[in-house]
């Protein structure tokens, strides 16, 4: 049974300090790997996905990677801003169910 | 497109009241999933649908859960009886590909 583990649980950091979350799974057999940002009281906003055969994907000052055989992903924030303040979720997809399977999130606050 | 839309945003009810919450998927996507999220345990996959047909509905917690989708444009979860420990948002998603899904902003259950 695949299980999606996210490291640190939450975090502080001053405003413009480059930062990495953590993700790691235990099944490598996965679809895709993809990264979302969850607002308070707000739904899911997917940020980068990631298939299987890629190594890493860059949008603006995010840049995801991938790295299957250890079963690890990191999402990187470069130049952090108050405005990169959520919650960040990582979600594995893959196996023989056609499910995504959710970290618990990594609580992100960026101070100004 | 306005994306994933989903009625009530919030509902508030008496225990042992009958719960409906509505999705209107995506023009055009074959996948529907229904999710809850608590503090406890995260997002959880409740059930999903593809071209209307329910898939998996393993992670329906009990009999007290029900979901349809009697066309391509509409789903629902429906609740009957509620109890407290239904509270969570709950949140519907739909895709074209599984593993690339698009998120509503979520119904906030609360039951007294």
């Known amino acids: 049974k695949q299980e999606v583990t996210q490291i640190p649980a939450a975090l502080s950091v001053p405003e413009g300090e480059n930062l990495v979350l953590n993700c790691s799974f235990t099944?490598?057999?996965?679809?895709?790997l993809q990264w979302f940002r969850q607002d308070p009281g707000k739904g899911l906003t997917s940020l980068l996905l990631?298939?299987?055969?890629?190594r890493e994907q860059t949008s603006g000052r995010l840049n995801a990677s991938l790295d299957k055989s250890s079963g690890r992903s990191t999402l990187y924030i470069a130049a952090s801003q108050p405005g990169d303040s959520a919650t960040y979720l990582c979600?594995?997809?893959?196996?023989?169910?056609?499910?995504?399977?959710f970290g618990t999130g990594t609580l992100l606050a960026v101070q100004p | 497109d306005a994306g994933v839309i989903q009625s009530p945003r919030h509902e508030v009810t008496e225990m042992g009241q009958e719960v409906t919450l509505r999705c209107k998927p995506i023009?055009?996507?074959?996948?529907l999933f229904w999710y809850r999220q608590t503090m406890m345990r995260g997002l959880e996959l409740l059930i999903y649908?593809?071209?209307?047909?329910?898939?998996?509905d393993s992670g329906m917690p009990e009999d007290r859960f029900s979901a349809k989708m009697p066309n391509a444009s509409f789903s629902t979860l429906k609740i009957q009886p509620s109890e407290p420990r239904d509270s969570a948002v709950y949140f519907c998603?739909?895709?074209?590909?599984?593993?690339?899904?698009?998120f509503g902003p979520g119904t906030r259950l609360t039951v007294t």
């Open positions: 998603a739909s895709s074209l590909i599984p593993y690339e899904q698009y």
């Open positions: 099944d490598s057999a996965i679809y895709n």
């Open positions: 990631i298939q299987s055969s890629q």
């Open positions: 979600a594995v997809g893959g196996g023989a169910t056609n499910k995504l399977i």
């Open positions: 023009s055009g996507h074959d996948y």
């Open positions: 649908f593809n071209n209307n047909v329910p898939i998996d």
